[in-house]
C-alpha cells in the first residue's frame, strides 16, 4: 500500500556541539501537499531540510520517505530515495565550471546512465524552458546571470530527475516582489501539474500565505505552531504574530521559554 503521507519526521534531535537546534521534530506532509516551514535566522529551518535529504544525521529521531526509514539505509537504497527528492539549496548551488545547461543536466548524466546524450539535453533544455528561462541562459554560467535566474536554474536542477518530492530553501530570498511572485507560481505549478510534495522554507510571508496547505513556525528548534495560513494570519501568539505581521500588538513578547506555547 502506498503511503499518504510522503514525508514523516518523529521525534528528530540534532545537537552541533552545546547548541541544540532541533528538539524532538514531529510532523508529516501529506502527499502532494505544499507545508512551509517559517521561522527567524539561525532557528534550524536549513539544518531541518538537510535531514529530509539525510546530507546531515540526526543524533535522534527518524525521517521517513514514502514510507521508508532513510536513517538505516546506504548505497543504492538511499540513492533510490534521494533521487525521490529535489532539493533547491539557499544559495543556488549551481556548479560554476558548468554552463547552466549542464548544471541541470547534470543529475540526469548521473542517474540516467541509459538515455543518450542528445536526449538528456534535450530533457534539460525543456527544464529550463519550464521554469521560464529563455534559450539564451543554457550556454551562460552560474556567474554570468542575476540572482533570480540563478534560483530558477537551481529549481530546474531539483525538477530534472522528476522527483515526487521537492525540498526548497528560501526560493524567494532577495528577490524582488515580482519575481518571487513568479517562483510561488512556479512552486505551486509543480503541485498542480506534476502533483509533487513541496516542502519550502521561507522567510517571505506572502509567499508562505500563497503556497502553503499548512504552515509551520520553527522557533528555537521545535515547532511552536502549526496550522493553515488563516490560522496564522489570526494566530494570537505573540511571537508568531511579531513573525508574521512584523510589529507586536500589545507588549513587547519577552523571548524566553515562558512565553512558550505547549
Ligand atoms: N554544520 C554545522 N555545524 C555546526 N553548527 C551548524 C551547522 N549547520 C548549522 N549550524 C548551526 O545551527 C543553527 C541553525 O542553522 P540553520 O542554518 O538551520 O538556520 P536557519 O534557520 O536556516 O537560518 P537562516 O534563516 O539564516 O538561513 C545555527 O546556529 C547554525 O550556526
Ligand atoms: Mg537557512
Do not use: W
Request: aromatic share 6%.
Amino acid at each position: 500500500m502506498v503511503p499518504t503521507e510522503s514525508i514523516v519526521i518523529e521525534g528528530l534531535s540534532k545537537r552541533f556541539g552545546l547548541q541544540e537546534v532541533l528538539k524532538e521534530i514531529t510532523f508529516s506532509v501529506p502527499k502532494g501537499q505544499t507545508y512551509c516551514i517559517i521561522g527567524g535566522s539561525g532557528q534550524g529551518k536549513s539544518v531541518l531540510l538537510k535531514h529530509v535529504m539525510r546530507l546531515m544525521s540526526p543524533d535522534r529521531g527518524i525521517v521517513k520517505i514514502d514510507g521508508e526509514e532513510i536513517g538505516t539505509l546506504s548505497g543504492e537504497d538511499l540513492s533510490r530515495v534521494r533521487r525521490k527528492m529535489g532539493m533547491v539549496f539557499q544559495e543556488s548551488a549551481l556548479f560554476d565550471s558548468m554552463t547552466c545547461l549542464e548544471n541541470v543536466a547534470f543529475g540526469l548524466f548521473m542517474h540516467r546512465r541509459e538515455i543518450p546524450r542528445k536526449t538528456i539535453l534535450d530533457l534539460a533544455r525543456e527544464k529550463l524552458r519550464m521554469v521560464g528561462l529563455p534559450v539564451s541562459v543554457e550556454e551562460k554560467f552560474p556567474s554570468q546571470i542575476s540572482g533570480g535566474m540563478k534560483k530558477r536554474v537551481g529549481i530546474a536542477r531539483a525538477i530534472a530527475l522528476a522527483p515526487g518530492i521537492l525540498l526548497y530553501d528560501e526560493p524567494t530570498t532577495g528577490l524582488d516582489p515580482v519575481l518571487a511572485a513568479s517562483i510561488d507560481e512556479l512552486i505551486m505549478k509543480m503541485k498542480k501539474d506534476l502533483g509533487v510534495t513541496s516542502l519550502v522554507i521561507t522567510h517571505d510571508m506572502n509567499s508562505a500565505f500563497r503556497i502553503s496547505d499548512r504552515i509551520l513556525f520553527l522557533y528555537r528548534g521545535e515547532i511552536r505552531f502549526s496550522g493553515t495560513p488563516e490560522e496564522v494570519r489570526t494566530t494570537s501568539d505573540p511571537l508568531l504574530s511579531q513573525f508574521v505581521h512584523g510589529e507586536t500588538r500589545g507588549p513587547i513578547p519577552v523571548l524566553s521559554d515562558e512565553t512558550r506555547v505547549s
